[in-house]
């Protein structure tokens, strides 16, 4: 049988993990708020009009922070559109995706929903077509106790105590052409650095994030993020990266190297971070927030039929991905290649949440169900905390279309606050099961407490309401101990989870 190992020392760590790296994303898109976390006449509804069977679903899944209220939608967004009396609020022509925004569903409404669903909200501003005064406001609307302006206005709205929000992104995606307010890298850092001075002013203890290139190809990559860094460093917290995947020729180990060029994005974006960090001799380090990954591509022939049928309408059905089993894997990898680099990614958004390119998906007055994508979020969240150690991992490697000597198991293991190790890994081997053979000498005698096994026959099996399990976690064989050694069997194609304690 093939074999790779692996060494674990509690000396050779990453880094501690911020919890923020199992993030997620709602957009005022397709039905992720409406028909997804609201609908006022389904049957689990709340008061507010949220569906319970979602919130639990979250909950289940565990995202500790959800970015909201876009992406695209943000860039022409009127954040004071969404606040006040329910049924005075503007309908508006949404031009990031062809369709009516109702405003039924805004910033009170989601920051309650957050909290119900035991999870934080980072708060996207508008600098496609507004700039630092609008930020400012809604700083000062969330976040300042009250005797101000926009401060009293939320009181009056009916929330006395702020939302206090942390996190805030300073636009989406300023390099693209699709966006509203698209700008050059000089144009956006200087309005970025602006908004953020006048943020933190109001508010000093709020973290930002800075849009770094839309995509890791494109021939403005590394050139924006210098040049916007440039302008906003000292003001600003993390640089975004966006990364989506597709496998459209249907070409699996290929599409299971992806994490590679992944891991390659977030090299650069730390080299170009530490290289403007160097220039001006700062004190501080910048880190990273990838604050939207995925694969996307199975529903955009859809789309355009949707667009079709229905320009302009409510809550269209769009980008509704399926996914299927070799997307959770990939999911996995990603998410393992996070923890190696948790030192430089402090937070990460599986985009989306609900519907949208989704680990949930809801029928509009019927069920919710797990997408295959949600299980490697739900594990690492699960039992991912602590610090990511840095394992020495030798494996037998493929070649593909992009990639050289990819590994065939990839692995990261984090160490718990409780002491238990857990050990994440996708063999990614289409034909054979692989030996994963760890040396915890250091550790002394941990044994396998669990193996939780993510596996099907076929590639292309997915989840859907009528059969929500055919692709679900299952115990695993488990492994044997043997001299400081543990031993497990990694099926073909499979997400592992090795509890250790
Ligand atoms: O997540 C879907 C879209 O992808 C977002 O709105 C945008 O930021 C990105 O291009």
Redesign the pocket.
Known sequence: MKKATMILDKDYVIGRIDPRIYGS?I?H?GRAVYGGIYEPTHPTADKNGFRQDVIDKVRELGVPVVRYP????VSGFNWEDSVGPRDQRPKRLDL?WMTTETNEVGLHEFCEWAKKANTEVMYAVNLGTRGADAARNVVEYCNHPSGSYWSDLRIKNGAKKPFGIKLWCLG??MD?SWQMGQKTAYEYGRVANEAAKVMKWVDPSIELVACGS?GHDIPTFGSWEYEVLDQCYDNVDYVSL?R?YGNPTGDTPGFLARNMDLNDFIREVVAVCDAVGGKKHAKKKLNLSFD?WNVWYHSNEQDREVWKADKWGRALPL?EDVYNFEDALLAGAILITFLKNADRVKVACL??LVN??APIMTRNGGGVWAQTIFWPLMHTSKFGRGTSLRPVISSPVYDCKDYEKVPLVDAAAVLGDDGCVTIFAVNRDTEDAITLECDLRAFGSLKVSEHILLHHEDVKAVNTEENPNEVRPKKGRGGKAEGGKVIVRLPALSWNVIRLK
């Not at 876009?70 to 939608?73: I, L, Q, T």
């Open positions: 994303f957009e898109l876009g992406g695209n939608f990031a989406n995606e693209g839309c966006h989506y939207e980008l985009a989306q949208v390119i």
